[in-house]
């Protein structure tokens, strides 16, 4: 929990719960995603730090109170109530646009007491959850944390004189756009460089040429066309591999093999491979790999590797395509014109399937490659070896600055918010009246309070005997008939949390939830996308 006492001392503290109302929106079920009149709202993956994404807002409906009590206004701040751990409590800022705009039960809302300008409250908060505060009480389910509404109103909240808060926010906007603009440039660089590589091969091995016809010559390019298949030697053809490597073997007797997702950009990650027993390995000797080998990936990620010597012998599975230089052609230069954009390209037109979109072995034979003498070839290929490192270079320094920089954005956050630019702010604006108008902005925030407190509420009126207000009944457990019932009606994907509260499920059910999960998924009856470090989707298959 923070300490109180590291505010600057002429500064007033009050709960959270009083600095303004906080409240959670509209739980998601089948009676509201369904039918005329359904509206955007947000969810978790729409509130990111000090942004909203609205990108992919999903829809329900919401009735004329619930319109009321759930729809943004102007100066709203969103906070992630379910997340990982790390990321609970994320904050943004509503600013009116659209201008139609709703939340769901994983965001709560913290709309400012006229006292507290929200910008001010959004540095708070993403001080917060960058301390730590948030993580420190948030309650977890497996691998979802909770911040809590009660727990998150009892939380501190800094009450400077509004002057203050005016210079503090201006500070931190002033930073933020600094930061912002150094991103965005950064973010330019390195989408520029990742993809002149691929430009890059083509200048260097097409010119402004189009891919041959296997069997022809190109006098422009001084070169040959071919097909893989015939550019491999005859007793080792284009193969996959291990069908089903069964479990991993740690201990000496284990092959390893390289997946899919080993495959990096030009290299293997060999530090994560697996390892199968020596009895499927021999299964699959076919497809057994020796040094200097190119590995195409051919489920999802068309990225390309040359078998290192440390990898003599290993395996690979069925997601990638072994492809062994013959005598008429460079390893280096082969893998540069699979690198290449036109050839990558070449295998993007023939991709099949969309949630796991794959390759045919056939259309990997028939990919034409162009054959020059095998000088040409190697210096060809050392040329490009030089280039892309050189770019690859570029994109791991803007990385790393981009890294520091976060580093920086967190360090000015937490300043503003109530470390040192917050103390050396406080000291410079009426010294003289601080504490005073500090305290005038809490009496005012908890006279607001009580007499919120005091309203009287209106009675409920007695339900009708004809229509019984139906009572929802948590489930203890849940089966894959009910998860892909769910998962049909949503009609798009959703992340767990989404699907958990869907099903109506009680906490103590999360373990069976995931259980089935992971069920369903290795029967290949759901897909669950990781389009980034945070997020979840799960769609059925139909």
Same mark, same amino acid.
């Given at each position: 929990?923070?300490?109180?006492?590291?505010?600057?001392?002429?500064?007033?503290?009050? /709960?959270?719960?009083?600095?303004?109302?906080?409240?959670?929106?509209?739980?998601?079920?089948?009676?509201?995603?369904?039918?005329?009149?359904?509206?955007?709202?947000?969810?978790?993956?729409?509130?990111?730090?000090?942004?909203?994404?609205?990108?992919?807002?999903?829809?329900?409906?919401?009735?004329?109170?619930?319109?009321?009590?759930?729809?943004?206004?102007?100066?709203?701040?969103?906070?992630?109530?379910? @997340?990982?751990?790390?990321?609970?409590?994320?904050?943004?800022?509503?600013?009116?646009?659209?201008?139609?705009?709703?939340?769901?039960?994983?965001?709560?809302?913290?709309?400012?007491?006229?006292?507290?300008?929200?910008?001010?409250?959004?540095?708070?908060?993403?001080?917060?959850?960058?301390?730590?505060?948030?993580?420190?009480?948030? %309650?977890?389910?497996?691998?979802?944390?909770?911040?809590?509404?009660?727990?998150?109103?009892?939380? /501190?909240?800094?009450?400077?004189?509004?002057?203050?808060?005016?210079?503090?926010?201006?500070?931190?906007?002033?930073?933020?756009?600094?930061?912002?603009?150094?991103?965005?440039?950064?973010?330019?660089?390195?989408?520029?460089?990742?993809?002149?590589?691929?430009?890059?091969?083509?200048?260097?091995?097409?010119?402004?040429?189009?891919?041959?016809? /296997?069997?022809?010559?190109?006098?422009?390019?001084?070169?040959?066309?071919?097909?893989?298949?015939?550019?491999?030697?005859?007793?080792?053809?284009?193969?996959?591999?291990?069908?089903?490597?069964?479990?991993?073997?740690?201990?000496?007797?284990?092959?390893?093999?390289?997946?899919?997702?080993?495959?990096?950009?030009?290299?293997?990650?060999?530090?994560?491979?697996?390892?199968?027993?020596?009895?499927?390995?021999?299964?699959?000797?076919?497809? @057994?790999?020796?040094?200097?080998d190119v590995l195409l990936?051919?489920?999802?990620?068309?990225?390309?590797?040359? =078998?290192?010597?440390?990898?003599?012998?290993?395996?690979?599975?069925?997601?990638t395509a072994r492809i062994?230089?013959?005598?008429?052609?460079?390893?280096?230069?082969?893998?540069?014109?699979?690198?290449?954009?036109?050839?990558?390209?070449?295998?993007?037109?023939?991709?099949?399937?969309?949630?796991?979109?794959?390759?045919?072995?056939?259309?990997?034979?028939?990919l034409p490659v162009p054959?020059?003498?095998?000088?040409?070839?190697?210096?060809?290929?050392?040329?490009?070896?030089?280039?892309?490192?050189?770019?690859?270079?570029?994109?791991?320094?803007?990385?790393?600055?981009?890294?520091?920089?976060?580093?920086?954005?967190?360090?000015?956050?937490?300043?503003?918010?109530?470390?040192?630019?917050?103390?050396?702010?406080?000291?410079?604006?009426?010294?003289?009246?601080?504490?005073?108008?500090?305290?005038?902005?809490?009496?005012?925030? %908890?006279?607001?309070?009580?007499?919120?407190?005091?309203?009287?509420?209106?009675?409920?009126?007695?339900?009708?005997?004809?229509?019984?207000?139906?009572? =929802?009944?948590?489930?203890?457990?849940?089966?894959?008939? @009910?998860?892909?019932?769910?998962?049909?009606?949503?009609?798009?994907?959703?992340?767990?949390?989404?699907?958990?509260?869907?099903?109506?499920?009680?906490?103590?059910?999360?373990?069976?939830?995931?259980?089935?999960?992971?069920?369903?998924?290795?029967?290949? %009856?759901?897909?669950?996308?990781?389009?980034?470090?945070?997020? =979840?989707?799960?769609?059925?298959?139909?």
């Amino acid at each position: 929990m923070i300490d109180a006492s590291i505010y600057p001392s002429s500064w007033e503290v009050c /709960p959270v719960g009083e600095a303004g109302e906080a409240i959670v929106g509209q739980q998601r079920s089948p009676d509201t995603t369904h039918g005329n009149g359904l509206l955007p709202y947000l969810r978790v993956a729409n509130v990111q730090d000090d942004a909203l994404d609205l990108n992919d807002l999903t829809t329900m409906r919401f009735t004329g109170a619930a319109r009321e009590k759930y729809r943004l206004r102007d100066g709203d701040v969103l906070l992630c109530e379910g @997340q990982s751990r790390e990321l609970v409590g994320r904050a943004a800022l509503y600013r009116g646009e659209p201008e139609e705009l709703y939340f769901q039960n994983t965001v709560i809302r913290f709309r400012p007491h006229s006292e507290i300008l929200p910008e001010f409250a959004l540095i708070v908060f993403r001080a917060y959850l960058y301390s730590g505060v948030f993580s420190e009480i948030a %309650k977890s389910t497996t691998n979802i944390a909770h911040l809590g509404l009660n727990r998150f109103r009892s939380l /501190p909240f800094p009450v400077p004189s509004r002057a203050t808060q005016e210079a503090i926010v201006d500070t931190a906007r002033s930073i933020q756009s600094s930061i912002d603009a150094s991103l965005s440039g950064l973010a330019s660089l390195t989408y520029t460089a990742e993809r002149m590589p691929a430009d890059m091969r083509d200048l260097a091995l097409l010119g402004d040429r189009p891919i041959g016809n /296997p069997g022809s010559v190109d006098p422009a390019l001084s070169c040959k066309w071919l097909a893989a298949a015939d550019v491999v030697p005859s007793d080792s053809p284009i193969v996959y591999g291990i069908h089903q490597p069964g479990p991993d073997i740690n201990d000496a007797t284990g092959v390893p093999y390289i997946r899919g997702q080993d495959l990096r950009d030009g290299y293997i990650a060999a530090d994560s491979l697996k390892h199968t027993s020596a009895e499927i390995a021999e299964q699959y000797s076919r497809a @057994q790999l020796s040094t200097g080998d190119v590995l195409l990936g051919i489920i999802r990620s068309l990225r390309v590797a040359i =078998v290192p010597e440390e990898l003599d012998g290993a395996h690979i599975t069925q997601g990638t395509a072994r492809i062994r230089p013959g005598e008429e052609i460079d390893s280096s230069y082969l893998a540069h014109w699979l690198r290449s954009g036109s050839a990558q390209a070449w295998f993007r037109s023939r991709l099949r399937g969309i949630n796991m979109p794959r390759l045919n072995l056939r259309d990997v034979q028939e990919l034409p490659v162009p054959v020059r003498k095998i000088p040409d070839q190697i210096r060809l290929g050392q040329l490009l070896d030089i280039a892309t490192e050189a770019l690859e270079q570029i994109v791991e320094d803007a990385n790393a600055s981009v890294g520091r920089l976060r580093a920086l954005e967190r360090d000015a956050v937490n300043s503003c918010a109530y470390g040192a630019v917050a103390h050396a702010i406080t000291k410079r604006v009426a010294p003289d009246r601080q504490k005073d108008l500090a305290q005038l902005a809490v009496s005012r925030i %908890k006279a607001s309070s009580s007499m919120a407190n005091a309203t009287p509420k209106p009675r409920k009126r007695a339900a009708s005997k004809a229509a019984p207000r139906k009572k =929802v009944t948590l489930q203890s457990d849940t089966n894959s008939v @009910q998860l892909l019932a769910s998962l049909s009606r949503a009609g798009h994907p959703m992340t767990p949390e989404d699907l958990f509260r869907d099903l109506e499920l009680e906490d103590s059910a999360i373990d069976s939830f995931f259980v089935v999960l992971r069920k369903l998924s290795h029967e290949g %009856k759901i897909t669950i996308h990781r389009p980034n470090d945070s997020d =979840v989707h799960i769609e059925r298959i139909p």
